[in-house]
């Protein structure tokens, strides 16, 4: 599904992605690990196509996002729910409106928008929630929220950028939990953290970054 | 789809106005002020057309004739005179007619009178008064005045003077203040649009700088440049719409004040000037207000949009 082909990203004064392989498959739980500044955001924002590469390819399928055109950019990104670490929820807007914006993004009439909204609130327990702005709602809320938001779309991938960052041990993992459901309904998801103990707690593919580098991939190890 | 597209940053752009609480206020503030700057240009530039106006009609160059001349000859010239694009109109006063009016200005001065009497014929000749479209124009008529195609009619002058050549001086001055006052009003005018948009504009900028963050959410859950864009647009639009509002509602009390106080100083009823073309200026305010509004929106937006 996503795969990486010799990329480097070079900025002027620091190298924060250094020759790095790698593929993801349809279906996988990724996770990408290493201290900050190991290039774990670098690598998540060139799937989006929000920084390009310096050197090296990086396709979606068969989309080379480095040649990506504007209009095409906003179709690929459909494609993908994004949850990051600060949240990033629309401030003037209700959880509601927050999720129905995305919606709205791609084209979902009120009716639907109307049947679907409720429902993924259900799904992350916030339902009691749905008036309220994100400044009203604690931070493990707000981060269910923008996994809601993630995922109203049935993206074909969730990239959770440090999603726990902020969070408790408790929303920490209810967090992981969601995004392992999320998985296991067939959603490819690519979590980045620096926290070990949630890799341990998912048990699935890890990729080890250090200094823009893979340093270890648990899937050839196997 | 494209409706409900529409409906939708409609609604967006109340909904962000309505929520963004003193921003948004402080955004219409901005453009009020710059609303009121165009609405006191225009008003000014009204004062300027009126007293300009005034002098103009003040300006005529008259022309003498000799008492011999016939009228049919003088009709001529004047007939002559008219087809000129310069000349705005040309009225006859003939000898007695003159010669009435002299009597009446100089009622009260015997001895000019009775010197008229004593002479017992008329001594004073027709004569015409030309005014022109533009003061700046009096030389050209003067030159046509000497030149022969004017008097193709006879051989012989009939023209006794004409008094431009006395009054050359003071037309060319009037006709130079005339000018420079335009001109003038024009700068000053161009640069306070100038000022109030830039002002406008980074006050706009500002209150979109606030939800850069926002934008760049917007699009990177998949939202179309449109539809982040068009609802600060409308937000634009709003701010605009309810300026115009304030401004022509702020003018309408502070006309009635100038026209019942300042009526005899500036000599032009600025009230009644502000009613007569209440739905010239208030058109001019909402377009420039919606405009002002629109552009800046747009062009604050564009910056934030393509990451």
Known sequence: ?222 | MAFISFKRIIKGGFLNFKRSGLVSWAAVLVVTVTLCVITIIILLQAVLHFSLNQIKDKVDVAIYFTTSASEDKILSLKSSLEKLPEVATVSYTNADEALKIFRDRHSNDYPTIQALDEIGTNPLGAYLNVKAKEVSQYESIANFLKSDDALVIGSVSIIDKVNYYQNKSVIDKLNSIISGAQKLGFLVTLLFVILSIIITFNTIRLTIFISKEEIGVMRLVGASKMHVRGPFMIEGVIYGFIATLITVILFWPAMAWFGAKMTDFLGINMYDYYISNFFQILIILLLSGVGLGIISSFLAVRKYLNK
């Open chain 1, 1 to 222: 599904m996503i795969y990486f082909n010799n990329v480097s990203k070079i900025y002027k004064d620091a190298t924060a992605l250094d020759d790095v392989t790698f593929a993801i498959e349809t279906g996988e739980f990724v996770s990408v690990v290493g201290h900050s500044g190991a290039g774990k955001t670098t690598l998540t924002k060139m799937i989006l196509a929000e920084e390009m590469p310096s050197l090296g390819t990086v396709f979606f399928e068969s989309i080379n996002v480095n040649e990506i055109k504007n209009k095409d950019l906003t179709k690929l990104r459909r494609r993908i729910g994004i949850v990051f670490q600060d949240y990033r929820l629309l401030s003037n807007k209700t959880a509601y409106e927050n999720i129905a914006f995305a919606m709205e993004a791609v084209g979902k009439t009120e009716e639907e928008i109307a049947s679907d909204v409720p429902h993924v609130l259900e799904l992350v327990d916030l339902s009691h929630r749905i008036c309220h702005f994100p400044n009203q709602m604690s931070g493990g809320e707000q981060q269910r929220l923008a996994i809601a938001r993630a995922i109203i779309n049935q993206p074909e991938l969730i990239i959770a950028d440090e999603p726990t960052g902020n969070l408790d041990p408790v929303n920490t993992s209810e967090i992981v939990q969601i995004l392992k459901k999320i998985n296991d309904l067939g959603t490819t998801v690519i979590l980045t953290t620096h926290n070990r103990g949630v890799v341990e707690s998912i048990g699935k593919r890890v990729i080890t970054m250090e200094n823009g580098k893979i340093i270890r991939d648990s899937k050839h190890k196997k």
